[in-house]
């Protein structure tokens, strides 16, 4: 039996994740709280991702990181650090704990319906983190919707670039079913080494679904006060609309969708550069005639 949540940890750090994670871009006073909560999430998706471990050890590990986040115990090392820096800052548990939620549906519930499933997974699941990094910025929270949307956007992406990875590993399926049984695909295309053409055509679908969050997600960068947080934010748009139009004609079952480092590092500086001239064209005060 494992005692510790970090002995299930698959070395993945923040450096290795598809999207920007407390980036150079955010400022330094924010980015250690923001990394105490991106190990708490990492080491919490670990256990809940372990292709060995069973149900009911990881069920165990993921309460031993909420009672140590509560202060309840010292169990989880993560747990009570991110406790420790939420303390620090004056901030609230809760975000951690809708994401804890997100990792126990991880582990009991392997299939979701229909769109309205998985974006009610999404609340918990990625909402939940941009929630946090602009409570720690003290945001107002009427950017939450603008938020949620891309976030939502982030994890379809996620599950579209790994739908065969995930069902081979763990026989879990993130492709709704209401959407497979339209397109007449068999939850055993996602084992084939081709997507099907029952099976692109429901990615392609969802690929749609996510595009129109991503559109709703557009203005949340300009409607975001601290600089360097909507500079990261509108590279992460980027990168997302990017990754989400590739998805619209590639097969994740056998070709690359991910972006690699220097595609990643050349769309992040193009972004930047224009966020940051039309931040500063914008906040110039007009000529007098």
């Known amino acids: ?38 190990r708490f999430a990492r080491t919490a998706d670990d256990v809940a991702d372990h292709e060995t471990a069973s149900p009911a050890e990881k069920l165990r590990l993921l309460e031993d990181m909420k009672e140590s986040l509560l202060g309840n115990s010292r169990a989880s090392a993560e747990g009570v650090a991110l406790r420790q820096a939420l303390g620090a800052r004056g901030l609230s548990s809760q975000h951690a704990l809708d994401l804890l939620e997100a990792f126990r549906r991880d582990v009991t519930k392997l299939r979701y319906a229909d769109w309205s499933e998985l974006m009610d997974y999404c609340r918990y699941s990625a909402m939940p983190v941009g929630r946090f990094v602009l409570d720690v910025h003290g945001e107002d929270r009427n950017t939450w919707p603008c938020n949620d ?29 209401d959407a497979m049984e339209r397109a007449g695909a068999k939850l055993e295309d996602l084992k084939a080494t081709h997507a099907s ?41 980027r990168l997302a609309e990017s990754l989400n139009r590739g998805l619209l004609t590639k097969d994740p079952l056998s070709e690359r969708v991910h972006h690699r480092k220097s595609e990643m590092l050349g769309l992040a500086l193009l972004t930047a550069t224009r966020f940051s001239l039309a931040r500063t064209t914008r906040s110039k005060p007009a000529l007098q005639p």
């Open 1 to 38: 039996m494992t005692d510790t949540a970090a002995a299930l940890a698959s070395g993945k750090g923040h450096t290795d994740e598809n999207f920007p994670v407390a980036s150079v871009l955010i400022h330094p006073r924010h980015r250690g709280t923001i990394l105490a909560f991106y």
């Open 149 to 177: 949307a891309l976030c939502a956007a982030l994890q379809v992406i996620n599950h579209l670039q790994d739908c065969g990875k995930d069902y081979r590993t763990l026989d879990r399926v993130y492709l709704p079913l």
């Open 197 to 237: 053409p029952a099976l692109r055509s429901v990615i392609a679908d969802l690929a749609r679904k996510t595009d129109a969050l991503l559109q709703n997600a557009k203005p949340f960068a300009n409607r975001i006060a601290d600089f360097r947080l909507g500079l990261e934010v509108t590279v992460i748009q």
